[in-house]
């Protein structure tokens, strides 16, 4: 069965610090991954995407992902971080159907 | 704007009450899909149509739920008899053809049961 396993729950990073969220999936075909990023009371914006070809990946907003195979993960990355970031963060895995992970929620303090 | 757009944005009822939104996706997107997202939870699927065809249902959506894409254009949901635990936001997504996966999410119908 598919899954998506999002670690940490919280976490706090200081504006301009760089930022690291973890994403492990279960799969069983080569995945398409996705990062999603939901404002308070506000859907979800679609950050990246992984289907095939180079493992790392640049989306909007300066983020950037990386897909390893071998760890089945695939997290997203900022070298700077600002506070308009803050926001719940998801990784997804699927084709028509996607499975969301629960989310990390992203702090930033001045 | 041209995005997904979801109709009402919050919703409060009363339980046993019937209720419905509305899903217009981006134009020409053949693909539109349903979710339910709880509190604290990331999305779940429920469902989604290709053109007025629905393809897949999860088994989350119940018999007294029901989505409808009768042109192919919009989409409705709709809860029959809700209950409490039908509280959460609705959100729905569209995406175009049949090898592109990337989804296009609305802002979601805040469902709240009393």
């Known amino acids: 069965a598919q899954s998506v396993t999002q670690p940490d729950i919280h976490i706090t990073v200081s504006e301009g610090a760089s930022l690291e969220l973890r994403c492990n999936y279960s799969?069983?075909?080569?995945?398409?991954l996705f990062w999603y990023v939901q404002s308070p009371g506000q859907g979800l914006q679609l950050l990246l995407k992984?289907?095939?070809?180079?493992?790392l990946v640049q989306g909007i907003k300066g983020f950037e992902a990386e897909f390893k195979r071998s760890q089945s993960s695939f997290n997203l990355r900022k070298p700077s971080v600002h506070w308009s970031d803050a926001a719940e963060y998801f990784c997804?895995?699927?084709?028509?159907?996607?499975?969301f992970g629960a989310g990390t929620i992203l702090r930033v303090k001045s | 704007d041209t995005g997904v757009s979801q109709d009402p944005r919050h919703k409060i009822t009363k339980r046993g009450q019937n209720v419905t939104f509305r899903c217009d996706p981006i134009?020409?997107?053949?693909?539109l899909y349903w979710y339910r997202q709880t509190l604290g939870q990331g999305p779940e699927f429920l469902t989604y149509?290709?053109?007025?065809?629905?393809?897949?249902k999860s088994r989350l959506l119940s018999d007294r739920f029901s989505a409808e894409r009768p042109k192919g254009s919009f989409s409705t949901l709709e809860i029959q008899r809700t209950e409490q635990g039908d509280s959460a936001m609705y959100l729905c997504?569209?995406?175009f053809g049949t090898g592109n996966h990337e989804q296009y999410f609305g802002p979601g119908t805040r469902l709240t049961v009393t």
């Open positions: 992984y289907f095939s070809g180079d493992t």
């Open positions: 997504a569209s995406s």
């Open positions: 134009s020409e997107h053949n693909r």
């Open positions: 149509f290709q053109n007025e065809a629905q393809l897949e």
């Open positions: 799969y069983g075909a080569t995945p398409y």
């Open positions: 997804a895995v699927g084709a028509n159907k996607l499975v």
